[in-house]
């Protein structure tokens, strides 16, 4: 099941709980496990895809959340490079010093599955 030493942010704990299950089998094809849930399917999901392909994802989640980072960053450069040089320069600079960014880059998950 899941071993959690250490865990960053509120709802870490819940969204790997939520990954653990998806990892159980017949959890997609039982329509209670969702009755009264309202957390992101989404999160869980992608968690639970880690696990399934690299086996843990305990060494990979922080530095595929710093990857996720890098390409946001990216594909403002890119959206924006139509904007003008200054613009462009502005939009990295609003995404890349945006408080919640460093806490996407930084969110990670201490311990196992």
Known sequence: ML???KFVGPDT???VEIASKQLETGFWQDPPVF???YWSIG????????K???GTITESLQITHILLGLVLVL?????SARLGPLIQVVAI???AFNPSFWGLSALGV???F
């Open 52 to 54: 399934r392909t690299i």
């Open 110 to 112: 201490v311990g196992s």
């Open 93 to 95: 600079c609003l995404v």
């Open 13 to 15: 704990r819940k969204f």
């Open 43 to 50: 999160y869980p999901t992608f968690l639970a895809l880690l």
């Open 75 to 79: 594909l403002t450069w890119l959206m």
């Open 35 to 37: 009755d009264g849930n």
């Open 3 to 5: 071993r959690l030493e």
